[in-house]
DNA sequence: TTGTATGCGTTATCAC
DNA sequence: GTGATAACGCATACAA
């Protein structure tokens, strides 16, 4: 009855007149059971409500059916995205998922792939923190070297060069953002880009500046705005930005938390987007969406991208030899309204 | 070297020139192993950087230091702060968190819930899907009586009622809501519910129906929108309600996500919480915060929810014999500007 | 204080 | 086709 009765697979055996080994096998559909001895193991198995046991087989096997995923923000929707991408694709083929949250703390981080090694998870998918800590490539590596395969997931780290990765085209989804800004006539373009060592961060600038350096706008220093990725520094820096003799007359912000603050700033001080300045910002938000404000944005889907992750690091778990590949997930430009402006103060 | 040396206590007994018992009892810091006897064995660990195995541990001992989360929609933030809540917790006890995402579906729950049972799992938490199926209900009490503590998060399931609990004072928060809306002079009072067989929604009409009745004002099933938890659905039961002959003037809404779609309606027909209409919602919204959208809410801590689960949890891991115990968290009113109104069109 | 031997529940390698 | 039996890596009762 139920899972009071702790039967393992010896006592399925001995109740069915037949080895462990055959329950074995009956377990695992190897093909050369005879079909009566079959039967009769699976119905005492169904009668004794049998179910074998993953810690057993994950010790024999040497390998356990469990992913690590280490994410930096449990706050930021865009890894709830990312997550529920990874347990789509993990579900179906029946591994479980084990979550982490390193809180952007690269010392915490390096704890955590410490403390993993004890468990024999199959795999890591990581959005890591420490992406300047040489430890956090060196023991990723290690884990990759000795067969448990890696997957980088939105940031590059310095010494993770062997691993896979699957990342967002930043800097192509940046670069049509703001040529849409251009198109629109602004040549005042300020980027509220976030945390320098990011590889996203520095991707997205790298678009930013490319679009206006090809429309022939001289790219200003001032208009470029350095933070974290949390919504209070990026206040902090639309109120820097528009305190200049000459504040811009338009907005990209680097990611969503980024646009958020942003977008505090302009209501409070009343400058509306899509009418006073114009605004794109990286990455959906999906509540404002729901709610019906108007913002544009570079959309990436991260569930797309955690789909992709799963699936990587399920072709190196199944084979042992697939080689290193790099996943580069398109961004859409999705203009909902607030890429608009009414006029420009232009010099 | 680092990880490829998949060094054993085997091997660090035969290097230390002790054996294997001495070694175990290192790890797990016994107290009478000989200082030196210690010190030696701890150099050869560091040496081979040695990592016991957990899976090895977990099947010895017959109990893992992993819990699984299940939770029904990782779209929703009030499960990521509820997650956030357990890690929290969890880390610092050295437990890791397995997640399992059901979808809001009883049949996949139920399938989880089964696989689960394979890896030896210290402990359940969970936000039920299938509030009404026995089999939840049944299975849930097997782990709880087979040792596997449970603890049910935010819903009441039927057939768990030998499981500890942490809810929220739904009832009471929701009848301050409501009393606050008839203080601001509201009689036209509509509660937008969401799926009627969870019991937080249950829950929250019946302190919408105290209010009510407490402030003699009569209630009035018209006003009364069930739907499910989703946006959309609050939507089309906010769109019924102001096509009533007498539309209501005040509206309450059940979560998170249903205030989100009545917002929306809200909006796209220039009706304005706070002026042409008064607004409250159940559950804080934290990106319309950051936002400056000044929605007035019932917040429940999901994040001390989450806390209170694990740290029950815990407590039922470690003593076998702790009692049942349940756990309520207060609601908090937070008065932003969306529950005033300018003038109420009543009668 | 330390060592020996056995068990935990599987899988895998042999034989038969 | 099937059955013994040795791993897998650790914990622990019992001896010493």
Redesign the interface.
Known sequence: M???A?TNIKEIARLAGVSVATVSRVINNFDYVKPETRERVQKVMQEHNY??????R??SFQR?E?VAVVVPD??N?FF??L??GI?RVA?KQ?Y??????TNEDAEKEYNIL??I????VAGILITAAGVRDERTG??LS??Q??G?PVVLVDRFIEGGESLDTVMADNEAGSYEAVCELIRQGHERIAIIAGEKSLSPVYERELGYRRALTENGIRIREMYIAYGNQM?DQSYKCMKRLMSLSKPPTAVFCGNNMMS??A??YM??HDIRPGEDISMIGFDD????N????PLSVVDRSEKEMGKKAMEMLLRHMKDADAKQDHVSVPTRLILRGSEKHRTIHSR
Chains 1, 2 share one sequence.
């Open positions: 139920g899972i009071a702790k179910i074998p046991s993953a810690t057993a994950d010790l356990s469990v449990l706050k929707p709830y995205g997550i529920e347990t579900e029946h479980q998922v084990l979550i982490f949250n410490r403390a090694r004890e468990r024999n060196r023991i290690e884990y070297n000795s448990t919504a958020l603050g977008y505090r209501i409070e938000i999906n509540v404002l729901i709610v019906g404000i």
